[in-house]
């Protein structure tokens, strides 16, 4: 990750990401900071006490390689700040300004504190470096959707299902503030809408929010697994005309099975027309948005009221990291905080909007930034870009190889949109059957379930598999790994083919 | 951690934890797993494919040090499960098997799974060995709560304030069903009772799952911060007259600031009156279920419904790792499941009921277990167990010194219950002044802040303060760190006393 090789290969391209990484010094310059950035590590508590306004490190000017060892052997700052924070001979202000990263922070740092390893991030006294580096890399996602100055709110949860969780919440609190302190009864009975091709955490939502599953409204989808417009509005009137309250709309932006993008902009057109909240469920299409070749799918997000975004999956950060982003800003504290006086006191000497644990649904929040923003600095943007697009260039690669082969049957025509690749292999015993015979389909329905079980046996590969709605098991490849090569794919196909000729 | 001292220092003394740690082969034997245990490894699927029908790995039947490179130069099965899972060379079966820790599940593991770092724990052929660990701890931490047989549900979660909103939705499930499908207008209006010193994650759980805060009814408590039974009763009378429903007691075991617990027996007896649900929140107090000296503060523990307790606190382990534990089993799955197709498909070759992803809010889960599993094999329950112990004589260490010490003044009387020590230090142009006085307050509440401030700039140590109630900002030292010594203790007073006595 942080060899130099990829220094020089990858440039930052883009706004606070964006710099020349050159390993010289030029490339240093804070010269691209807007002044509100600058603000951001410099004192804004002009009315404290002048001993506290200390300008801090300005970690939107570093590089993943000052973590490396200089090059006359001396640590950088960010190094010594990260590596050596907790032990018992740095001081405790140190170690707060450093905002530890270590399991080690013995001693007086503990104490007044009920955690004994790594940090909490929900005070920016307790992990202020962490903070500041989600603030910058949310507002860098939010840009990169395309709201204006990436202003907003968010925060990084942990998984897809607790962020499209808190867009439902946000929904809720929007419309109908009075829920937080009342309960559901304060409103009228409140219906969400989400594609039949969804992932279940919004139906899950629903039933834990206290919705009730019946109150999540699924909606049809065309055959590449797309939901209908139409659909979404005839179920909107049908709602409406029973006298419900039709709150909220989740689009997703690449389906779990189908990769499928829902038409935002229709979507949202129709939000619009009926007051509703518009999600973007782009856990797992949301790598896209990094790549000028792929982002036209999500055509449209940037008029949608929030967005999930997992940089976990397509983009390869290591499990946890999962963004919820929100257009309107301070709405996410609004719904969640209980001001909590043991923890949020307003007499601290720096400046308590920085304490963003009151806004999530958590207490202590485990450390997800840092992985996501050093991966960030060290592959840039146009790295992940090309991340995405080998991705999906291979499964294009896979698509291609299989759609006019024989034995093969594709789910869905046409080029997946994302790196989603459907299809089921019909056994040369299955060749010859009626498509539509309850035989045919009993049996290519053991086909995926079986090739897949010689497959852990024999420990070559695995594969996924599942039905949905009526089509019975089928396999679904998908490539979120940019290591794999053509001559991985072509080595599946002929393992598929070895298993399954005699099935 | 792994150190061949540590393992000679503590050995196994509880169940599956409970075996002689010696380096010889002979501590190894399974002898005292229970037939059902032992289930747990072998093949349940007697009807499946003989193929799929191997021994796996018994986990519950390895150290800590097999880890570790074995005597001769050799790596134990276990260490090489763990760090060479992912290597391209590896075949897939194997990585499976494996449940791979790393980051590095390249080329076709990934095929067929969105996620491209470490393993999403939500079905077992994903991460089966953490599956079984989880398991394995789970039912531990249930026989330690002292639930018969250790039989009962249970999850690691993204932390305390997740696990109390677990708490919450299965109790409504319990009571109500029907809101999992109908939403909250489906049951009358609910009412959750908590202490008004208990953590505000119950109050957001309240919010979030659509109860609404004004009906949790904050409970009042004694001059040491504990639940007056009276009280809860009187307030459940209440609210059963105005015509609500209650549901739900929140007895909080180790309170944030005071670290008080609040009597479980008694509340336990309330709540089977009235057939309410009892919650233990233990998050900050569960490690003292580990002590024989101090696990009589939950006496009564057993009796309740559900149990939060979060390894990452008192015990040390890194974050996060906490766990909701319930008694009555599968009700979990009951209350979350959506059964998603794609996920947990029933004719998978092996025991789907280890997939338990889908009792989880979340879709895929970080894997918290390991850290913790690998922290209980290395220390044992007995090194738990010093651990608290010690810290606990560490905060009565501080408890002594400064009880009778001119210019301090406890907030409450007596030992405290946990490490928490709760004080006010008085500087010398205060002390002559009436207590009760505007000025005074005034004054005092500004101690605490104004020495934190000044201990952040001289960078020597740090302190955590917050007012309570009426009561002014007051100084809270908690210990949860072993290494902590009495002459840091004597230190951190010195320090208060250089830089407070001329405020």
Not at 236 to 261: E, M, R, W
Not at 320 to 349: H, T, W
Not at 358 to 371: E, L, M, N, T, Y
Not at 411 to 431: A, E
Request: charged share 20%; aromatic share 10%.
């Amino acid at each position: 990750l942080l060899s130099k090789k990829n220094f020089l290969q990858h440039g930052w391209v883009m706004g606070f990401l964006q710099k020349n990484n050159s390993l010289g010094e030029e490339g240093r310059l804070a010269g691209s900071l807007s002044e509100r950035q600058k603000n951001l590590f410099s004192c804004v508590n002009s009315d404290r006490d002048a001993r506290f306004c200390r300008t801090e490190t300005d970690f939107s000017n570093m590089f993943a390689r000052d973590l490396l060892p200089a090059k006359n052997g001396e640590e950088s700052p960010l190094s010594r700040s990260l590596w050596t924070a907790g032990t018992r001979s740095s001081t405790a202000c140190e170690q707060v300004i450093r905002g530890s990263s270590t399991n080690s922070l013995l001693g007086w740092t503990s104490l007044g504190w009920l955690g004994s390893g790594s940090p909490l991030q929900f005070t920016y006294e307790i992990a202020p470096v962490f903070v500041l580096m989600e603030q910058l890399t949310l507002k860098k996602m939010r840009e990169i959707i395309g709201w204006p100055s990436g202003e907003g709110d968010g925060i990084f949860s942990p998984g897809g299902a607790i962020s499209n969780m808190y867009s439902v919440m946000i929904a809720r609190y929007k419309y109908f503030p009075e829920v937080k302190a009342k309960g559901m009864s304060a409103a009228p009975r409140l219906v969400l809408f989400t594609s039949e091709h969804s992932h279940y955490s919004i139906k899950k939502a629903g039933a834990a929010l206290g919705f009730g599953s019946e109150n999540v409204v699924l909606l049809s989808t065309d055959e590449r697994g797309r939901v209908i417009p139409a659909d979404l509005e005839a179920k909107i009137l049908d709602v409406k005309q029973k006298g419900y309250h039709p709150l909220f709309v989740n689009a997703t932006a690449g389906s779990t099975v189908y990769g499928a993008f829902d038409p935002i902009n229709e979507i949202a057109d129709i939000c619009e027309k009926y007051n509703m909240w518009l999600h973007v469920d782009g856990a797992w299409g949301g790598g896209l948005l990094m790549s000028r070749k792929h982002r036209h799918k999500f055509s449209g997000v940037e008029r949608a009221n929030s967005v999930t975004w997992n940089p976990h999956k397509m983009m390869g950060v290591p499990l946890q990291c999962s963004a919820i982003l929100v257009r309107e800003k301070g709405i996410l504290a609004g719904c969640n905080s209980m001001c909590a006086g043991y923890l949020f006191q307003p007499d601290k000497q720096y400046d308590v909007s920085y304490d963003t644990g009151d806004k999530a649904i958590q207490c202590g929040r485990h450390v997800d930034i840092f992985k996501f923003w050093l991966m960030w600095k060290a592959k840039g943007t146009i790295g992940f870009e090309q991340h995405i697009d080998k991705c999906l260039d291979l499964s294009q690669y896979l698509y291609d190889k299989i759609r006019n082969r024989e034995g093969y049957e594709m789910v869905f025509d046409g080029v997946p949109q994302h790196t989603n690749v459907c299809f089921w292999y019909i056994p040369p015993s299955l060749r010859g059957m009626e498509h539509n015979s309850k035989e045919y389909r009993e049996k290519l329905h053991k086909v995926a379930p079986n090739i897949k079980a010689m497959m852990m046996e024999s420990g070559t590969t695995m594969v996924g598999y599942q039905p949905q709605g009526q089509k019975v098991n089928f396999f679904r490849m998908v490539i979120s790994n940019p290591a794999a090569l053509q001559s991985d794919i072509d080595f599946l196909i002929d393992e598929i083919e070895r298993l399954g000729r005699d099935l």
